[in-house]
């Protein structure tokens, strides 16, 4: 290799993880330009989730309610399968980490993945509005929502609990938007359109489908700019705080091999009663 090709080889390799995130030299480190030393002690968790994802520091009015939509993801009790999931993982004698993998392994579409559905049905619904070129919001969710029912979808995302008949998470964090909206944090655009299906689903529904925690931190991540693939992530975020801690609980308490359930607990088999293994050579066994 001659000078100039070595140069160029060393150009590839220094572009192969080219990233605007963060910039580290010996003795120095600066996140989205930000000297790590200057974001110590002057900012919060929620400051730098939106830096690094945004490229720039939120406003403190932003910050406060992106942290109000994630304090109440953390925990859903033993019975949400991340949770459960990482508190068998310690018992059968995974480290930490290794039960903080398996439970957030499973927060994939059905556990964990309503919060994003939410967003791209509010964006969905959004688009319908402004395609029919009418401030309709009422209209454009009934529109929408019963496109997907014709498409075979039973469930709407963000609406519903097959726990709380009125989700205790969700009015609180209903008002600091409100707040947000009338300090000029956020529009309320989302916020209106999240009301709007709460409405249809009220006069379309045999019962009350009321919105629950998915619905209105859908509602707040959309107002706040965040696109919908990263609204779970950042429950993900969330729920880790709630694995871990389940985790270490477990671990503190002790336990082996401890399944979904006590052993003096039968499950219910469904399958052929007992019968006596054929003599080799019957083609009809009875």
Known sequence: MNKMEDAELLRKASDWWTTSIIDIHPGQIAIRGYPIEQLIGHVGFADMIWLMLRGELPTREQSALLEAALVPGV???PHAPSIAI????????LPVNGAMASAVNVLDDVHGGAG???MELYRDIEAEAASAGEEDLLRAAGQ?????????????????HRFHPVDPRT?????????????????????????????????SRSRPIPMNIDGITAVIFCELGFEPELGRGLFVLSRSVGILAHAWEQKQQGGRIKGPMPKEI???????????LPERGDSNPQ
């Not at 909206?181 to 249809?200: K, M, T």
């Not at 039968?266 to 006596?276: E, I, N, S, T, V």
């Open 144 to 160: 929408v929502l019963e496109r997907r029912r014709a498409a075979g979808d039973k469930i709407v995302p963000g609406f519903g």
């Open 75 to 77: 925990d859903h009790g």
């Open 86 to 93: 990482s508190r068998m993982a310690v018992s059968c004698g």
């Open 266 to 276: 039968d499950y219910r088999y469904a399958g052929p009663p007992r019968r006596d």
């Open 171 to 203: 009015e609180p964090l209903f008002a600091l938007v409100d707040r947000a909206v009338d300090g000029g944090v956020v529009q309320g655009r989302y916020a209106r359109i999240g009301r709007a299906v709460e409405s249809v689903l009220r006069v």
């Open 116 to 118: 994003q559905q939410c």
